[in-house]
């Protein structure tokens, strides 16, 4: 079946440093691809789009400055935390879209920032 | 832009017994997939069923059904048989498929499932 590969599973970095995210689809084309955050015992709240060249489409409120995405490939979609902060902390899941079962989500990327 | 709404936020239930859980929806659109998914521990996303709203009949998988009421904007899931792994929150989810509409997933809130041995 279709999967999406998500590294790092945790990661822990200093405060004022980035950190990038990585999802790829291992067996599919990502024609899109969706990045989420979730805090603990909440629903998955979507941060922005991004199709496969071309600029991600972020969800009102979020930074784009602070978090970047690319989509470069129709396999691999990136999200990195610049300058990060505590408040970043959270849960972050990728989402692909592009088989007949609809989506595919990665396994999730636990940041912690100290 | 359409909501989606998990009235409870926790329910549990006896091993080998069955649990509804609720989930309503408010859209304009015609057209539209509503799924189920779980999420256990792990924190893995997991595709529980998925509900086309052109089709009357009921989605099923083995023990998973639901209960699709579109003119009252209704998406329950039954759990027959339950068990023990069957432990994990569980997020209700609506996606357009209005021409021009975007792909995105819009969630409910969750309910955690709890499985009693």
């Known amino acids: 079946g279709a999967v999406v590969s998500q590294h790092p599973s945790r990661v822990i970095c200093k405060s004022g440093t980035s950190v990038k995210i990585e999802c790829r689809s291992l067996?599919?084309?990502?024609?899109?691809m969706f990045w989420y955050r979730q805090f603990p015992k909440q629903s998955l709240m979507l941060m922005a789009t991004?199709?496969?060249?071309?600029?991600?489409?972020?969800e009102q409120g979020v930074e784009k400055d602070k978090f970047l995405i690319n989509h470069a490939s129709l396999t691999l979609s990136t999200l990195t935390v610049t300058s990060a902060h505590p408040e970043d902390s959270s849960f972050y899941i990728c989402?692909?879209?592009?088989?007949?079962?609809?989506?595919?989500f990665g396994s999730g990327t636990r940041l912690t920032v100290v | 832009a359409q909501t989606v709404t998990q009235s409870q936020p926790e329910m549990s239930v006896q091993e080998a017994e069955t649990v509804t859980l609720s989930c309503t929806y408010d859209?304009?659109?015609?057209?539209?997939?509503l799924f189920w998914y779980k999420q256990p521990p792990s924190r893995q996303m997991i595709l529980v069923i998925r509900?086309?709203?052109?089709?009357?009949q009921n989605a099923t998988e083995n023990r998973f059904s639901v209960n699709f009421q579109k003119a009252a904007k209704s998406f329950s899931l039954k759990i027959s048989d339950s068990q023990l792994g069957d432990a994990a929150m569980y997020f209700c989810?609506?996606?357009?498929?209005?021409?021009?509409?975007?792909?995105?997933?819009?969630f409910g809130k969750g309910t955690k499932l709890t499985v009693n041995p």
């Open positions: 989402s692909a879209s592009g088989t007949a079962r609809g989506y595919t």
């Open positions: 067996d599919f084309q990502a024609t899109t």
């Open positions: 991004s199709n496969e060249g071309s600029k991600a489409t972020y």
């Open positions: 859209t304009s659109e015609s057209d539209y997939y």
């Open positions: 509900q086309e709203a052109y089709k009357q």
């Open positions: 989810a609506y996606r357009s498929l209005s021409q021009g509409g975007s792909e995105k997933l819009v």
